[in-house]
């Protein structure tokens, strides 16, 4: 079985695509790579870094540095899928990040999402 495109995909092609989203609704990659370091433990350099090399996006959660157990908490549809009924898997990973990033997007503030200002 082949591996989903998105596990392919260079995090350094999707995570403009994460930052277009909120900025269209008046939010700031400031609070993209916030909700970034929250959920896996990179720092701002190693965003920077991952921005320029050609890490995929499996390997960006697989070698997150520290996965936040509180991202379990995160819930509700993306992509049509409840995401706390998905199997553990990168793809239940890459979905609480989107699933993080929309709702900033559709307005909710950081400390709704995770718990800070």
């Known amino acids: 079985?082949?591996?989903?495109?998105?596990?392919?995909?260079r995090f350094s092609d999707v995570y403009p695509?994460?930052?277009?989203?909120v900025e269209k609704k008046g939010r700031t990659k400031a609070e993209v790579d916030q909700?970034?370091?929250?959920?896996?433990g990179y720092s701002q350099i190693d965003i920077d870094n991952l921005i320029l090399d050609d890490t995929d996006y499996e390997h960006?959660?697989?070698n997150a540095p520290e996965l936040n157990p509180q991202r379990?908490?995160?819930?509700g549809r993306i992509c049509g899928v409840k995401v706390e009924e998905m199997d553990a898997s990168i793809m239940k990973e890459i979905r609480y990040l989107d699933k993080l990033v929309d709702d900033l997007a559709k307005g909710k503030s950081m400390n709704q999402l995770i718990g800070t200002q």
């Open 17 to 21: 695509h994460l930052v277009k989203k």
């Open 35 to 40: 909700l970034i370091k929250w959920m896996t």
């Open 1 to 9: 079985m082949a591996k989903p495109k998105i596990y392919t995909m």
């Open 72 to 75: 379990k908490f995160i819930t």
């Open 60 to 62: 960006f959660i697989i």
